[in-house]
């Protein structure tokens, strides 16, 4: 079966209010909403990452399984002010059909009170490829 991929880019809204922390807590808390939506025995089948970013600033996270998220930070990601981050996110999945992929990431989106547009990512992807 040939893999279903979605990705999306959306700038979240006013976020001045909550810390980077609280921010970063509130996008793994997205990912692992997803990966819960989409697993099989507890396990995601391909990868869900993600990149939040504002003014050079960044952190990246990673989810195979719906417990685990990683996140990795920019040097400077402690001294960061955000105002209106971007966040890019992916889900490369095989064993699933489309729309189950695509319903849900929109409905995880939903949920977390984050609405975007869905683009599916057309062709071959290259499981080397980050």
Not at 30 to 55: C, Y
Request: hydrophobic letters at 40%; aromatic letters at 4%; a positive charge.
């Amino acid at each position: 079966m040939k893999p279903q991929a979605v990705s999306l880019s959306l700038t979240l809204g006013s976020v001045d209010h909550l810390t980077t922390d609280a921010v970063v807590a509130k996008v793994a808390a997205l990912l692992q909403d997803i990966a819960e939506r989409l697993s099989v025995r507890k396990a995601v089948p391909g990868h869900i990452k993600a990149l939040l970013e504002e003014r050079g600033r960044w952190a990246a996270f990673n989810c195979t399984r719906p417990e685990d998220v990683r996140i990795t930070y920019s040097r400077d990601w402690k001294k960061a002010s955000l105002r209106r981050p971007m966040l890019r996110l992916s889900a490369i999945l095989v064993g699933l059909s489309e729309s189950q992929v695509n319903d849900a990431v929109r409905e995880a989106l939903e949920s977390a009170g984050m609405r975007s547009e869905i683009w599916e990512c057309p062709g071959p992807h290259d499981a080397n490829a980050s």
